[in-house]
């Protein structure tokens, strides 16, 4: 069965957490425009361009006690209706215009212990994605996400 849901918000940030939301983001192939990372040598470049979580996952993470809003896990796409978890590097999504592939499992990072001490380990095994685009377009809130593959 063909996974479908929505973006609920697109963030980004000149580096760092949290992201902010924006009412469009531009997905090219060296990344998102307006979106940098500080720290280079372990976030972004072309294999890990997009972040993704899902409301899911933040309905996962309250349910153990850390209350966050989208954005703040340093996601660029924040998806509603996508089980992420149930997906595999290679996944292909149809994001809005564009399209992306998963590249890797996003590893925590200790930035996170801003939000709260416990959400590095904590977030392990749920963490969302890192993705590469594939074909440049626009993405917004409210877009459609579809699994591809």
Not at 74 to 87: A, K, V, Y
Not at 131 to 148: C, F, M, P, T
Request: aromatic share 4%; net charge positive.
């Amino acid at each position: 069965m063909k996974q479908t849901g929505t973006v609920e918000q697109v963030s980004t940030s000149p580096g760092g957490i949290p992201k902010r939301a924006v009412d469009v983001a531009h997905f090219t192939p060296d990344g998102i425009t307006g979106d940098w990372q500080k720290s280079r040598k372990y976030h972004g470049g072309p294999d890990r361009a997009v972040c993704l979580y899902s409301v899911e996952l933040y309905a996962w993470l309250r349910e153990r006690g850390i209350d966050l809003s989208p954005g703040a896990v340093g996601e660029n796409l924040t998806t509603r209706g996508i089980d992420l978890d149930s997906l595999a590097v290679g996944s292909r999504l149809r994001v809005g215009m564009a399209m992306i592939e998963l590249t890797d499992v996003r590893i925590p990072c200790a930035t996170l212990k801003k939000c709260d001490p416990l959400l590095p380990k904590l977030i392990k095994g749920h963490s969302g994605w890192v993705a590469k685009i594939l074909e440049a377009g626009a993405v917004r809130a409210g877009d459609g996400v579809e699994v591809l593959r």
